[in-house]
C-alpha cells in the first residue's frame, strides 16, 4: 500500500510534474481558465474573477518576499503605483506601445524599490518593514502633492484600451484573457525562480542566514532579489489595475491596500504559489460576500462603516491565520486532501 | 533669524511629543524585541478614549486621563495575551505581522466605534501661548514636553534600577538565556505591553489636544520610526535625542521647503531622514552596535 511520495533523486523533488496526474491537473486549470470561463461565466463573474487575478498576481510577488526570503514589505501598494503610473505616463504622454510601457513599469517599480531595499537589507532583521512603510508614505505624498507628474485633477491617468486578439480590455472578456494570460506567465515564472538556484538561495537566506554566507549565498544579494522581482510584479500588479479601470486616481494606492495583500499572502499561505491564488480570492470576494450576506440577515451598513469593517476583517484574518493555521488555506487544502488520500487509514 | 530661532525651539519642544510617542515603542522592544508596527494605532485607541471619557462622559480631568491610562493598559497587556502570547514561540516574522495585523484591527474599529469625525479633548489648560524673547510655544506642548522629560527619567531609573526593568531587558537580550535563569517571560511581556499601552494613553491625550482627535493621526505611527531608527531601537535616551531631531527636521521643513516641495513635505521629511540614516548607521546613535553583517 502507498504511505506516501519519497524523493529519491533531487531531480524528482524539482520536479514540476511530480505525478503523471499533476501534468494532466494543470492542463485542466488551463483548460477552464482560458476556454471554459470566457465562454461560460456571465459578464458579473469575468468581473470578479478579474478583480481576483489582478490580486493574484500582487499577492505572488509579494509571497516571492515574504514566502521564500522572509522579509515584510508595508509598501507594495506604493510599488504597485510606480508601475501603474509609469506605464500610463508612457503611454498616454509619450505615446509608446503597450509591449514597451509594460516591461518599463515593471522595472521602473524594482528599481524604486532598490532605494529602499539597499537602506535596510544590510542588517538582519525586519528592518524592510519599516523602509517600506516609509516608502508608502512618501510615494503617497508625492502622488498627491507632485501634480506635474502625476497631472490634473486627483493625479488620474487614462489607461489606453489592448487588443488581444478579437477582443480588446473595454470587454470583461478581454480584461479577463490580458489579466489571467499575465497570471500565467507570473506563476510559470515563480514557480521556475523556485527550482533555480537563486530561488533556492532566498529560502536559505531565510532559513539560516549564516549557513547561507558561509555557502557562499550572500544574503543581501538574494533578499535584494527577492525584494526587486517581488516589486516588479507588484508593479505589473498596479499597470493591471488600471488597464481594467481603465484609469488610476491617488487614492487607490494606499496603505490598507498593502496590508491587504499581506492578508492574501497569510490567509492563503505563506510560500505557496495556489496559496497566493486561493488568498487572493478570499480577501478579495470578502466585500462582495459581505454585500450580499450582511442584507440577507438583516444588517445594513453605510459604505463608510463597510470600509471599517473589511479594514478590521482583514487583520483579524491575519491574526486568525497566524495563531490557528499558519499554513494558509492551501495548508488547509493539503491536510485535507492527506486525510482522504489514505481514507480510511490515515494516521 | 528670529523665524530659525522660532522654528528651532518649536522643532525641539514638538520633539519631546515624538520621544513620548517614541517611548511605547522602546518599552515593547525592551521587553520583548517585537517591533510594533500598531503603536502609532494603540496612540490613537488612546486618544478616542481619552476625548470620550472627558467630552461624552463627562468625567473631570483628573480622573479621565488616569482613567485611560488604566483602561489602556489593559488594552496593552490583552493584546500581549491574546494576540502575541499564542506566537510567542513563532518566528519574529510572525510577531510582526501580528502587529501589522493588529493595526489594521485598530485602524477599522476605531472610526466604527466613534465615527468619523474630528473630536475635540477639552484642554486643562487655557489655549494660550507663552511668549519669551519672541519666541511663542503653546501653554499644552510647554507642560506636555515638562511632562514628557519626567517620564524619560523615571522610565530609565526604571530600566536601569529596578530588578524589573533588568529583567526585560535580559529577555530582549537573550529569551533563553533570560528563562533558565528563572525570569517570567510571560509576566515581562505582559508587562511591557501594558507600559507601551499606558504611555499610548498619554500620548494619545497630549496629540489629540495638540492636533484634534481623528483617525488621520494614525499617520504619527509612521513617524515613530525615524525617532527610534536614529536613537536606536531599545534605547531611552536615543528615543528623546532622535524625537527632538525629528521634531527640528519636521519644524524646519515646514517652515523653509514646504513652499517649494509641495504641502504636507515637512510629514514626508523625517521619514526620507528615516532612509539616510538607515543607509548610513542602521543601528542608530544609541542602538546595540553588535550587528550581524549576514
Do not use: C
Not at chain 1, 532583521?125 to 498627491?144: C, E, F, K, N, P
Request: charged share 10%.
Amino acid at each position: 500500500m502507498e504511505t506516501g511520495r519519497f524523493h529519491e533523486k533531487y531531480a524528482e523533488e524539482i520536479a514540476v510534474y511530480g505525478t503523471p496526474y499533476r501534468r494532466i491537473w494543470i492542463l485542466a486549470v488551463l483548460a477552464v481558465t482560458f476556454v471554459v470561463v470566457p465562454l461560460v461565466a456571465s459578464p458579473y463573474w469575468l468581473v470578479v474573477l478579474t478583480l481576483v487575478g489582478i490580486a493574484a498576481v500582487g499577492a505572488t510577488g509579494l509571497n516571492v518576499l515574504v514566502g521564500y526570503a522572509g522579509q515584510i514589505s508595508l509598501g507594495h501598494a506604493a510599488f504597485a503605483a510606480v508601475g501603474a503610473y509609469t506605464s500610463g505616463l508612457l503611454v498616454s504622454r509619450a505615446d509608446a506601445p503597450f509591449w514597451v510601457a509594460i516591461p518599463t513599469a515593471m522595472v521602473a517599480a524594482g528599481v524604486f524599490s532598490l532605494i529602499f531595499g539597499l537602506a535596510s537589507l544590510r542588517v538582519k532583521g525586519l528592518y524592510l518593514a519599516i523602509a517600506t512603510l516609509a516608502a508608502q508614505y512618501i510615494v503617497q505624498w508625492i502622488l498627491s502633492s507632485w501634480t506635474w507628474i502625476t497631472g490634473g485633477f486627483q493625479g488620474i491617468v487614462i489607461f489606453e484600451p489592448i487588443e488581444i486578439g478579437p477582443f480588446d480590455t473595454t470587454t470583461p472578456t478581454g480584461k479577463y484573457l490580458l489579466v489571467f494570460i499575465t497570471l500565467a506567465v507570473v506563476v510559470m515564472f515563480v514557480e521556475n525562480l523556485m527550482r533555480s538556484r537563486s530561488g533556492r538561495a532566498m529560502i536559505a537566506v531565510r532559513d539560516q542566514d549564516i549557513a547561507a554566507a558561509g555557502s557562499a549565498v550572500s544574503p543581501l544579494r538574494y533578499k535584494l532579489l527577492a525584494f526587486f522581482i517581488s516589486s516588479a510584479i507588484a508593479g505589473l500588479s498596479g499597470v493591471l489595475y488600471g488597464y481594467n479601470a481603465g484609469l488610476v486616481s491617488t487614492e487607490v494606492f494606499t496603505l490598507a491596500l498593502s496590508v491587504q495583500y499581506l492578508a492574501m499572502i497569510l490567509v492563503g499561505g505563506l510560500g505557496s504559489i495556489p496559496g497566493s491564488i486561493l488568498g487572493a480570492a478570499f480577501i478579495t470576494m470578502l466585500p462582495i460576500w459581505l454585500r450580499d450576506l450582511l442584507p440577507a440577515v438583516g444588517i445594513e451598513l453605510s459604505a463608510s462603516v463597510e470600509v471599517h469593517l473589511l479594514t478590521m476583517l482583514f487583520g483579524v484574518a491575519i491574526l486568525l491565520f497566524l495563531v490557528l493555521e499558519p499554513r494558509g488555506l492551501y495548508g488547509l487544502f493539503r491536510n485535507i486532501k492527506d486525510y482522504f488520500r489514505m481514507w480510511p487509514f490515515s494516521y | 533669524m528670529s523665524e530659525f530661532t522660532q522654528l528651532m525651539v518649536s522643532g525641539v519642544f514638538t520633539g519631546m511629543l515624538y520621544a513620548l510617542l517614541a517611548l511605547g515603542f522602546v518599552v515593547v522592544v525592551k521587553g520583548s524585541g517585537v517591533i510594533n508596527f500598531s503603536q502609532g494605532e494603540v496612540v490613537v485607541l488612546g486618544a478616542f478614549v481619552v476625548s470620550w471619557l472627558l467630552t461624552d462622559v463627562g468625567v473631570p480631568f483628573w480622573l479621565g486621563v488616569p482613567a485611560t491610562v488604566v483602561v489602556m493598559m489593559v488594552v496593552g497587556a490583552g493584546i500581549e495575551r491574546f494576540a502575541l502570547r499564542p506566537l510567542q514561540n513563532e518566528s519574529m516574522l510572525a510577531l510582526v505581522m501580528a502587529t501589522i495585523a493588529l493595526g489594521s484591527i485598530i485602524r477599522g474599529l476605531v472610526p466604527m466605534i466613534w465615527g468619523d469625525g474630528l473630536r475635540s479633548i477639552p484642554s486643562l489648560i487655557d489655549q494660550r501661548r507663552y511668549e519669551w524673547f519672541g519666541i511663542s510655544i503653546p501653554t499644552i506642548t510647554f507642560w506636555s514636553a515638562v511632562m514628557v522629560l519626567i517620564l524619560l527619567g523615571a522610565f530609565g531609573f526604571f530600566f536601569s534600577r529596578s530588578r524589573l526593568g533588568l529583567a526585560m531587558q535580559a529577555v530582549s537580550d537573550d529569551r533563553v538565556a533570560a528563562q533558565s535563569l528563572g525570569i517570567n517571560i510571560r509576566l515581562v511581556n505582559a508587562v511591557s505591553w501594558a507600559m507601551a499601552g499606558g504611555i499610548a494613553a498619554l500620548a494619545g491625550y497630549v496629540w489629540g489636544s495638540l492636533l484634534g482627535v481623528d483617525s488621520r493621526l494614525v499617520v504619527l505611527g509612521a513617524l515613530i520610526f525615524p525617532v527610534v531608527i536614529l536613537g536606536g531601537l531599545e534605547s531611552i535616551v536615543g528615543a528623546v535625542i532622535g524625537g527632538i531631531a525629528v521634531g527640528l527636521v519636521e519644524s524646519l521643513s515646514a517652515g523653509y521647503l514646504n513652499d517649494d516641495l509641495g504641502a504636507g513635505f515637512s510629514t514626508v521629511a523625517p521619514l526620507i531622514m528615516l532612509l539616510l540614516v538607515l543607509f548610513v548607521r542602521p543601528y542608530g546613535l544609541f542602538g546595540r552596535p553588535e550587528i550581524e553583517r549576514v
